[in-house]
């Protein structure tokens, strides 16, 4: 079973920067796709970026691309989202998932099948 918990979310003003981390546990998740999501009080989960399994493939939500970078580490079986330039728009809890056997699972939430419990992001306007 792999158990994914996130880390490294907090307030921080606008403009300024956070690295989210994504540790999984249980079994490695290095052949697996991951994406990072994002939902606010009342909506349904956003996409924020996807990586495959080698971390040669990256994708992102167009309102975050240029800001923020997904990337990994297999041997430590870790996940990050580098978030720069933040804004009061990007205040949500965000969320790793990953999907068992996948490479690159995508951009849409119903495709991953294991989440983390969140972090929240918290940029005052």
């Known amino acids: 079973q792999v158990q994914l918990m996130e880390s490294g979310g907090g307030l921080v003003q606008a403009g300024g920067s956070l690295r989210l981390s994504c540790e999984a546990s249980g079994r490695s998740i290095r052949s697996y796709g991951v994406g990072w999501f994002r939902q606010t009080p009342g909506n349904e989960r956003e996409f924020v970026a996807a990586?495959?399994?080698?971390?040669?493939?990256?994708y992102y939500a167009d309102s975050v691309k240029g800001r923020f970078t997904i990337s990994r580490d297999n041997n430590k079986n870790m996940v990050y989202l580098q978030m720069s330039s933040l804004k009061p728009e990007d205040t949500a809890v965000y969320y790793c998932?990953?999907?068992?056997?996948?490479?690159?699972?995508?951009?849409?939430?119903?495709?991953?099948?294991?989440w983390g419990q969140g972090t929240q992001v918290t940029v005052p306007s």
């Open positions: 990586i495959d399994w080698s971390g040669g493939s990256r």
């Open positions: 998932a990953t999907r068992y056997g996948t490479p690159l699972v995508g951009l849409k939430a119903d495709g991953y099948d294991i």
